[in-house]
């Protein structure tokens, strides 16, 4: 009897595409020391293997969050099969947290990873994007979650002002204006004008870091100094902020911890996302090697454990693909609160939604007691959370409804892409960020960049 083996554990099969020609073809996924890969065949380029995620236990146990999806109105049929039917088909498996609104192509950097390949280009007239959130809104029955301006660099739409008005008009519950910060940097009075949006806005800024090689590799020139400038116009007006880096494997990977105790430090930062740089549109093909768990890691080993990986959880409407975490600061210091709530015990409590956070889970803890609904969950939710000292002294219930103070929150989350060397079929169907397009569709962010922005732009 042979004892030889396979080097690897067999996990399950799934459809993944070629790396090399994009086509869709099976895929198993299989576990090696400790990471998970993407064994592929495609009859045109044979065999070849793709890493998925670097922390196999992560991946193997990420399904203990899973909700069932939130519905949405479909824009289109079920013809071809996922993820040519976009969209949204009816077989796609959750809402849209991110309705993405791109107002232009024009762009005034020439980044290597662009996954747009913006550069010369033009403007959506404000008719059209009035129609384009018209659809978001109906599309989510109403109650439309965030609303993200893009691009291009939308900040240079001649009407950038009076589009963010539009949104915040319309009732979206959040709206981000999504810059890489040059004009927030050079015109002080722009960075100014955005404070009148103040409550459900902030700046999604592109900050990659604090090296000239960072921003020389990811955005083309060195861009140090010009990040931090934006980051203090933005302060000095009084916007609220997300940072958002594009990890490189030869960048700034080592940077992360840095740019936490950075946000951490400076006034009217309220979070990070970091990004695996996803390999499509600009991006080379040799850009990779990073992913989701690989980043929680490198924060914990480089915050020296004060962020821990098992203070992230899987964000409940996309496991596959989106890790969170929710501090609260008080005078520098900060407590993780997912260390000391067991989250996945309350489930019930937590939509379906990228704006899951303390808030949200505090009120309808509330609004479950008030009802006398899942009363045994809100409860022990109430026992984990409120003996945090700083926590539970900023929180009150009035009428229902919980008062805190926005100040001293802070959220760290990771969000990964899925390009032609990580696709998974069952991620695509649960990616809830979506591009709007002019033509009144909604389709996947990852989905869009690998089949629909070039067919678009040919």
């Not at 914990?300 to 899987?314: A, K, L, N, Y």
């Not at 709530?341 to 803890?365: G, V």
């Not at 002294?393 to 899925?418: A, C, D, M, P």
Request: hydrophobic share 35%; net charge neutral; with cysteine.
């Amino acid at each position: 009897m042979s004892n030889r083996q396979k080097s690897y554990l067999y996990h399950g099969q799934t459809t993944s595409l070629c790396s090399q020609c994009a086509a869709l073809i099976p895929a198993k996924i299989v576990v090696e020391d400790g990471a998970v890969y993407l064994l592929k065949r495609c009859p045109e380029h044979g065999e070849h293997r793709a890493l998925l995620e670097e922390d196999a236990d992560w991946y193997l146990h990420r399904g203990q969050y899973e909700k069932p999806g939130t519905l949405s109105h479909p824009q289109t049929a079920i013809g071809r099969g996922c993820p040519h039917d976009c969209g949204l088909c009816p077989d796609h498996e959750q809402h849209t947290c991110i309705g993405l609104v791109e107002v232009t192509d024009r762009c005034d950097l020439g980044c290597p990873v662009c996954y747009a390949n913006a550069g010369n280009g033009s403007f959506l007239n404000l008719q059209t994007i009035e129609r384009m959130l018209d659809m978001y809104l109906q599309s989510e029955s109403g109650e439309a979650e965030i609303m993200q301006i893009s691009g291009g660099e939308p900040t240079l739409h001649p009407r950038i002002l009076d589009i963010i008005r539009m949104a915040k008009a319309k009732g979206f519950r959040f709206v981000m204006l999504n810059t890489n910060g040059l004009r927030i940097a050079e015109d002080p009075a722009f960075a100014a004008a955005l404070h009148e949006f103040y409550g459900g806005f902030e700046v999604y800024l592109q900050f990659d870091g604090f090296t000239p090689r960072a921003y020389e590799r990811l955005r083309g020139r060195d861009l140090s100094a010009v990040k931090q400038q934006a980051v203090n116009n933005l302060a000095e007006a009084g916007v609220p902020m997300t940072l958002v880096t594009t990890v490189h494997p030869t960048a700034n990977e080592s940077e992360l911890g840095r740019i936490i105790q950075y946000g951490l430090d400076t006034p009217f930062v309220r979070g990070i996302n970091f990004q695996p740089v996803a390999r499509f549109g600009r991006c080379p093909d040799d850009a990779g090697g990073v992913t989701l768990t690989g980043i929680l890691h490198r924060i914990e080993r480089q915050t020296q454990g004060m962020v821990r990986v098992s203070d992230f959880i899987p964000l409940p409407c996309n496991t596959d693909r989106v890790a969170i975490s929710y501090l609260y600061r008080d005078k520098g210091n900060f407590i993780p609160i997912m260390r000391n709530a067991k989250i996945r015990e309350y489930l019930p409590l937590i939509k379906n939604t990228l704006l899951f956070d303390a808030r949200d889970i505090l009120s309808q803890t509330a609004a479950g007691l008030l009802k006398g609904q899942y009363i045994c969950e809100c409860l022990g939710f109430l026992k984990d959370f409120l003996p945090l000292a700083p926590l539970g002294k900023n929180i009150r219930l009035e009428g229902g409804q919980v008062k805190y103070n926005i100040e001293n929150t802070f959220r760290l989350s990771v969000t990964s892409f899925l390009d032609r060397y990580n696709f998974e079929l069952r991620a695509m169907k649960k990616e809830c960020v979506h591009v709007l397009t002019p033509d009144l569709r909604k389709i996947p962010f990852s989905a869009y960049n690998l089949f629909y922005r070039a067919a678009r732009d040919a």
